[in-house]
């Protein structure tokens, strides 16, 4: 009947974590946990109603028993004032069955009396146990829940990590890659446009230094024909 008991010491002692390691829901577990110990306080109760019921039943065999020593005491007492001595001894022999059937009754109230504490105060610890797991149930509850949605967040940045993160990351470096090209280029254009403009002022130098040379020319033949 207390088949129950250890195993909520169990629970209580590993709480969520041994849940976790198993592949079990630990809300649904726990629920069912609370369900079972329900059960079992239920056939404590009738255990315990049961044993009541029989040291009640002691009792009165007990009493009546005791009722008939004291009895027979007296209808000894009786016999022997009537002068009836052999009465008196026979009465005297039931006393002293009524007497050792007091004693074994006696003990077997004991023994009863004792194993009803027994089953009252196991009843009341697990009444106690039974209180303890409802209350921490809710809290043991809301921590899987919030163990759950950690986990899931972490799936969740894992794959960004391994997937879309890392396929950002590759665009990014794409694009990174596509400016530097494109001011390389257009580094490139300026080298080449600052070569083709000197090359084009060292034309027009040239063509200019010629005209300015067949200039002097022309003026020096002028003087001389003067």
Not at 127 to 153: F, I, P
Not at 162 to 182: H, I, L, P, T
């Amino acid at each position: 009947m207390f088949r129950f008991f250890s195993r909520v010491r169990t629970i209580v002692s590993s709480e969520l974590n041994s849940l976790l390691n198993k592949a079990e829901d630990p809300g649904k577990m726990l629920d069912q946990f609370i369900y079972d110990m329900e059960n079992d306080i239920q056939e404590v109760e009738a255990a315990v109603a049961k044993q009541i019921a029989s040291e009640k039943l002691l009792k009165k065999q007990l009493d009546e028993s005791l009722e008939a020593v004291t009895k027979r005491e007296e209808q000894a007492m009786v016999a022997l004032e009537s002068g009836d001595e052999d009465l008196a001894r026979r009465v005297l022999e039931e006393k002293s069955k009524q007497e050792s059937q007091a004693s074994s009754l006696q003990m077997s109230h004991n023994e009863a009396t004792k194993l009803s504490s027994e089953l009252k105060d196991k009843l009341r610890e697990m009444k106690d146990e039974l209180r303890e797991m409802t209350m921490k149930k809710d809290s043991l509850k809301a921590r899987n829940e919030s163990a759950q949605a950690r986990a899931k967040v972490n799936r969740s940045l894992s794959g960004m990590n391994s997937g879309a993160k890392s396929g950002f990351d590759r665009m990014e470096e794409k694009v990174m890659r596509s400016e530097a090209e494109a001011e390389s280029s257009e580094e490139l254009r300026s080298i080449n446009k600052t070569l083709d403009d000197d090359l084009a002022a060292l034309t027009t130098k040239s063509k200019v230094d010629s005209e300015l040379e067949q200039l002097k020319a022309k003026m020096a033949g002028k003087q001389t024909n003067e």
